[in-house]
């Protein structure tokens, strides 16, 4: 099964939050409508800014623990890598569907 690891933002340069799963458009759809409470829900993060697809969820998982033991600026670099405009990536999930 696919896994994939995403950052959130709440927008550019804000608050960040990163996540793993095997259903990305169902997942930022829960996130965006606010439908688990937690973090997501407190600080508004529900721009989708980075995303990577892993062949297996436990790389994902893997790839997801290393990322969140990264200072802030690296994630923003690697942000920024391939999306330097902090642009919303949810219409890639929803066109791909």
């Known amino acids: 099964m696919k896994g994939y690891v995403y950052i959130l933002?709440?927008?550019k340069n804000g608050t960040l939050?990163?996540?793993v799963t095997s259903d990305p458009a169902r997942r930022?759809?829960?996130?965006?409508?606010?439908?688990?409470p937690g973090f997501t829900s407190r600080?508004?993060?529900?721009?989708?800014?980075?995303i990577e697809e892993h062949d297996l969820v436990v790389d994902a998982i893997r790839?997801?623990?290393?990322?969140k033991k990264y200072p802030r600026q690296w994630k923003i670099n690697l942000i920024e890598a391939t999306n330097p405009d902090w642009a919303d990536l949810s219409s890639w999930l929803f066109d791909a569907e």
């Open 28 to 36: 930022l759809l829960e996130h965006q409508q606010g439908l688990t």
């Open 9 to 11: 933002a709440s927008k």
């Open 63 to 67: 790839r997801e623990k290393a990322i």
């Open 43 to 50: 600080y508004g993060v529900k721009t989708l800014v980075w």
């Open 17 to 19: 939050y990163t996540g």
